[in-house]
């Protein structure tokens, strides 16, 4: 058996606007166990790059540690990529950052990795709405060290051994809200159709971009009885809204059905169009939000698709007025400014 991917590639495969097709997001071959929620989450990553034109060049994918932690081997080969310690990929993306602000960030952590270890990184990349896309592959258990329950197992599910979860969950969504995220949502491994758009749009999105995704574990939590299988989520999810994301480029086309829709712009001339689902749930007003999770865990349902979007959003180089272009492109005299500027600055102090 060949675990190498052929080279070989049809001619006459379909190419975006910059000139790749979709092979050419592709990475390694997974390792992951088959049917994993994960791998489908590496598709949807390729098709949403692929869809908005991405040049692979201009992405940086960083993980931390965790089977969530190995699909970036998987996707886009061609990127610039970091795996770091366990639970440290917020402070790896925020350093990254705010050297190189002209680079896509896309962090991707797992449950373990953000609710646990992670957990006093991830707040502070919240609040600082550090500019990235955040991926949390959520299956509710460790994977790796063959399936304990995690941080986000809700109290009540049943593992695989038959043991009942005694501890609460951490709904790392509603604490995104509660810190400050300007754009969670949440979607289903098993749900491309909702999952890709989602991708596209916190792409385009301006500020801390979170994506709760819920990835069965096939192997430890696809049982009867745990509250993240494939089974109990399909039955369980609600979807706040319809959604369609149109890159600035294109014509907008939309076809608005009853009910109310919301057309969201974003930063870069891209819109959200979202068709609202859910009663009672404004994506823009964050009690509303925070409402409909909580009524969510009570009733035992799973509310996916857009949750929060805030769209006057400043993001952490806005927020500490660094300079605009990248710091490895600065020039010696923007970087020693000459004795003159130091007196001015030291003035500016006494």
């Not at 896509?104 to 990235?132: C, K």
């Not at 991708?199 to 993240?228: E, Q, W």
Request: net charge neutral.
């Amino acid at each position: 058996m060949s675990f190498i991917k052929p080279q070989f590639r049809h001619p006459a495969l379909p190419k975006n606007r910059v000139g790749y097709t979709k092979a050419d997001y592709e990475g390694a071959i997974s390792t992951l166990c088959a049917g994993c929620g994960h791998d489908s989450i590496t598709a949807a990553i390729v098709q949403a790059c692929f869809e908005i034109d991405l040049e692979p060049h201009k992405l940086a994918k960083i993980s931390g540690i965790g089977c969530s932690s190995k699909t970036p081997a998987y996707f886009l080969r061609n990127s610039h990529g970091f795996n770091s310690v366990h639970g440290r990929m917020p402070s790896v993306t925020t350093g990254a950052y705010l050297a190189n602000r002209d680079l896509i960030y896309l962090g991707i952590s797992g449950d373990g990795d953000t609710a646990s270890i992670g957990m006093g990184q991830f707040v502070h990349a919240v609040r600082r709405n550090l500019n990235m896309v955040y991926i949390v592959m959520n299956n509710g258990c460790y994977g790796l060290t063959k399936g304990q329950d995690s941080a986000t197992a809700d109290a009540g599910s049943i593992s695989k051994e038959g043991h009942t979860n005694q501890f609460r969950s951490i709904d790392l969504c509603s604490l995104s809200i509660e810190l400050g995220a300007t754009f969670v949502a949440r979607s289903f491994s098993g749900d491309k159709h909702q999952l890709v758009p989602l991708i596209k749009a916190a792409m385009a999105h301006p500020g801390f971009a979170f994506l709760d995704v819920i990835s069965p574990c096939v192997t430890f939590n696809n049982n009867k009885g745990s509250t993240k299988s494939y089974d109990y989520v399909r039955a369980h999810q609600e979807a706040t809204s319809e959604l369609d994301f149109v890159p600035e480029k294109e014509a907008i086309h939309i076809h608005y059905k009853e009910g109310k829709s919301v057309l969201a712009p974003l930063h870069d001339g891209s819109l959200l169009h979202l068709y609202k689902l859910a009663p009672g749930w404004d994506p823009t007003d964050r009690r509303s939000v925070i409402d409909m999770l909580q009524n969510a865990k009570v009733e035992g349902t799973i509310p996916t698709g857009m949750l929060y979007l805030d769209m006057n959003t400043r993001d952490l180089h806005d927020l500490i007025h660094t300079v605009p272009q990248p710091l490895n492109s600065l020039r010696e005299e923007a970087l020693c400014p000459g004795q003159a500027a130091l007196e001015e600055i030291n003035a500016s102090y006494r």
